[in-house]
Structure formats: structure tokens, C-alpha cells
């Protein structure tokens, strides 16, 4: 058993026992990271504050919510709204979040993407970046059934029907999804279980694996340079800490964060106190009616890219159906940036400014997936199912066929010019 001796103070008692000095020094300060990076290194920062925002609105919001397909419009409407104090500041907040949430994250791969952060050892952190993404989705899908309005309910109605697409088991699927034949009582049930309990804890410990995954290869840097972290680490605790490429998190990284994160906070509070309306559908304030189909249903805007793929192949080709086509392109779209690690073949970790072609593809990437999802808002009829259609092919085409080849040739070149 370990040697345990007369504490001198309460902080001394517990270090003994649960290695407080040891813990501080792995997870604080000496994490080390690197000087050089930009403010887009700080999302990780502010998308971590965001989810804890998320927690704590949706716990205060979870005392007066009734998951009940009679009651729940009127708990959020008017309960929360109008009668509990302050209920609508913990809605606006939550819902804003849940809006934002889904920017800060797309910044954080794009800049991924950009500074090439999924390769040379770092596949895990996008792995479990990208398990991040798709619970988050399903987090916020299942949040938005539950104040059983009128989008609630078609959206709802919508994404459990995709299901029936899957060969042989769809329709038995469906049910088994809506927990009866179809939306009622039993699915609003499900989806508030998950999305209170179950996906929050899956979330939590992804974090912690995303976390962990980032120890052995660290974070990368603006120049894709392969840092010696131990001997620059070295460096700066012999007091040579302008010559150390590499500062500890704790306290030096963190107060640049900080600064990032307040100013984004101000935008954040901006959002919630004078334009939270953006983050809520006019049409979810008509209480939830299965006898009458909104005109035109659409999902949040975070995603309307997805679901403009969906939508975009609208004619049957030989023996399948518009409808299989596009769930299948709907599919490989919701799993692809899983492959990003092996689709780009191309062992150079650089900005993309510095990496020809792929600056290219990159912007033409991003511009592409700005018009699905704009496309995905509008009805999909005459010009419009066209552009939508360009613009899905566009979409798959740049990640299977364009990545692949363009960064096969920039292997060549490297290979060659090593
Ligand atoms: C939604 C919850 C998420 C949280 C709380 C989170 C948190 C973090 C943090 C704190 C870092 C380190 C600092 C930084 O680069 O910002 C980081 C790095 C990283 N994350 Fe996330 N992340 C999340 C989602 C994602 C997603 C959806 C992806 C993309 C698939 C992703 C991919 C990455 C990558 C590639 C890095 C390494 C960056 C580098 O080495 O330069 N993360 N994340």
C-alpha cells in the first residue's frame, strides 16, 4: 500500500490521496500547446461552454417541461413563457444555443479540414469529432419534438418516415422507432428520454474521449509543423520561453481562449436578449395538428445542406426510384466527413493555402454546401430542384472522386520532391 503520512493541510490530505499536484501538471500545466495558432483554436473552448450552457438552461427548463402530447405545447407556451420567472430568458437561451451550437461546430471542422488536423495520427480526434457531431444532431432532432407544435410534429413525422427507405426491415423499423404506427404519445415520450437523458450522457463521454484523443498527437498549428513537444516543453520550463514553440494550458493558453470566448459570449447573449427569434420557427408556435400538413416543411438551418441532398435527386433512374436515390445520397452525405483521414491521400499536413488544388476544392466545398443549404430552405420546384440537383452532385462529387484524386497528385509531387 502506498506510504500515507500526517497531512500539514486539508490540500495536502487529498494530494495524497487523489494526486492533485500529478493531476493539475498532466491536465493544466504542463498540457502543452502550441504558440502558434489563430482564434479558430479556441472553438474547441467555446463549443464545450455552449454544451454546458445547453445542460444547465435544459435542466431549469426540464422542472416545468410535461412530456405529454396533451400538455406539453401549453407547458413550454405558457408555463415557461409566461408564468414561471424568467422561463423565457432559460428557453431563449437554450434555443439560441442549440442554433448557434451548430455554427461554432461546422467553424471547428471546416478548420480542421483547412489546417488538414485529421491526418498524421490525429484520425481520432476526428473520429470521435465526428461521433460528436452526429449525437449532436440527433440531440437537437430530438429536442425540437418536444414542444409538440406544428414543425415538432411534420419534422418528426418526416425523419422517423426516411427510415421506411432501409431495404427489407424500413417499415417495421418505423414503428418500432415511433413506438406505435404512427407519431403519437409513445415517440414523444422516446425522443424526451433521449434527449434529456441518454444522449446527454453519451455526449459527455465522447467529449471525454475527444479530449484524450488529442493527449498523444496534440493540437496542431497554423504551419502543419511537426513539433517536438517534449524538448520544447523542456525549453520553456527552463525559463527560455520566447525560444519554446509550445506554452502550457494552464495559464497561459487559457487567458487567450478566455478573450475569444468572452467575445463570442457578447454575441451569443446579443443573439438571445434581441434576436432569439431566429432560433425558433413561427410555424412551432401553432400547436402540433396531424390533421393539417404545413405547406412547406423544412428542418433548422444547420440541417438544411443534408436535407437538400436529400431532396435533390428528384427523378427515377432505370429501376430506382427518385425517393432511393436520394435517401442513399442522404445517407453516404451524413457519413462521409467520417472518411476525410482516408479519402485525402495526400500525406502533407499544411493550410490549405499552401496546398494548391485542395485551397481550391476546399472553397468550392464550402461555397457548394452555403447553397445546399440554402436551396434546402426554398420550394424544391422548376430552377430550384435544379440547382438543387447540381449542387447534391457537386457535393458528393468533390468528396468521392475530387479529394481522392487531386490529393493522390500532391502525394506524387511530396514523394517526388522529398
Ligand atoms: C461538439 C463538441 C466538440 C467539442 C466540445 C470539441 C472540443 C475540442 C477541443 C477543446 C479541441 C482542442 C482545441 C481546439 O482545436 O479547438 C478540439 C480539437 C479538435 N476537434 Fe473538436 N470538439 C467538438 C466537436 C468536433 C467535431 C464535430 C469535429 C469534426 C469532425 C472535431 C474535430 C476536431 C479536431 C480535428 C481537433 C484537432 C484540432 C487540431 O489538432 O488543430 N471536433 N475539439
Do not use: C
Not at 504551419?223 to 495559464?251: L, M, N, Q
Not at 483521414?341 to 476544392?361: E, N, Y
Not at 452532385?393 to 487531386?406: K, R, S
Request: charged share 15%.
Amino acid at each position: 500500500m502506498a506510504q500515507f503520512e500526517k497531512a500539514n493541510s486539508v490540500y495536502e490530505w487529498l494530494d495524497q490521496r487523489l494526486a492533485l499536484t500529478k493531476l493539475t501538471k498532466v491536465l493544466m500545466t504542463e498540457y502543452w500547446i502550441p504558440k502558434n495558432i489563430n482564434f479558430l483554436w479556441a472553438m474547441g473552448v467555446v463549443l464545450m461552454t455552449m454544451f454546458k450552457i445547453l445542460l444547465i438552461s435544459g435542466i431549469f427548463l426540464l422542472m416545468y417541461y410535461k412530456p405529454d402530447t396533451k400538455l406539453a405545447f401549453d407547458s413550454v407556451n405558457y408555463t415557461i413563457m409566461q408564468e414561471v420567472w424568467f422561463g423565457w430568458l432559460w428557453r431563449h437561451m437554450h434555443g439560441v444555443a442549440a442554433s448557434v451550437v451548430f455554427l461554432v461546430i461546422y467553424i471547428h471542422m471546416f478548420t480542421g479540414i483547412y489546417y488538414g488536423s485529421y491526418k498524421r495520427g490525429r484520425e481520432m480526434i476526428w473520429l470521435s469529432g465526428m461521433l460528436l457531431f452526429v449525437t449532436f444532431s440527433a440531440e437537437a432532432f430530438s429536442g425540437y419534438m418536444l414542444p409538440w407544435g406544428q414543425m415538432s410534429y411534420w419534422a418528426a413525422q418526416v425523419i422517423t418516415n426516411l427510415f421506411g427507405g432501409i431495404p427489407f426491415i424500413g417499415d417495421e423499423l418505423v414503428i418500432w422507432i415511433r413506438g406505435n404506427f404512427y407519431v403519437a404519445d409513445a415517440t414523444l415520450t422516446r425522443f424526451f428520454m433521449l434527449h434529456v437523458l441518454l444522449l446527454p450522457l453519451v455526449i459527455m463521454g465522447i467529449i471525454g474521449l475527444h479530449f484524450y484523443s488529442l493527449r498523444i498527437p496534440h493540437v496542431n498549428n497554423q504551419e502543419g509543423e511537426e513539433i517536438d513537444f517534449d524538448a520544447e516543453a523542456e525549453k520553456f520550463k527552463a525559463g527560455r520561453k520566447a525560444e519554446a514553440k509550445v506554452i502550457p494550458f494552464w495559464p497561459v493558453f487559457i487567458s487567450k481562449d478566455l478573450f475569444v470566448l468572452g467575445v463570442f459570449m457578447i454575441f451569443y447573449f446579443y443573439l438571445v436578449f434581441y434576436h432569439y427569434n431566429f432560433a425558433m420557427d413561427p410555424i412551432n408556435f401553432d400547436p402540433a395538428n396531424p390533421m393539417k400538413t404545413p405547406p412547406h416543411i423544412y428542418p433548422e438551418w444547420y440541417f438544411l445542406w443534408s436535407y437538400e441532398v436529400l431532396r435533390g435527386f428528384f427523378f427515377d433512374v432505370g429501376p430506382l426510384s427518385a425517393m432511393d436515390i436520394g435517401l442513399m445520397a442522404f445517407g453516404i452525405a451524413n457519413v462521409i466527413f467520417f472518411l476525410m483521414p482516408w479519402l485525402d491521400r495526400s500525406p502533407v499536413v499544411a493550410p490549405a493555402h499552401k496546398r494548391g488544388p485542395f485551397f481550391i476544392w476546399f472553397w468550392v466545398l464550402l461555397v457548394d454546401m452555403i447553397v445546399l443549404t440554402i436551396w434546402g430552405k426554398l420550394p424544391p420546384t422548376g430552377i430550384n430542384a435544379w440547382i438543387g440537383f447540381f449542387a447534391s452532385i457537386t457535393f458528393l462529387g468533390l468528396l468521392l472522386v475530387a479529394l481522392p484524386m487531386i490529393t493522390k497528385q500532391e502525394a506524387k509531387r511530396a514523394g517526388g520532391a522529398a
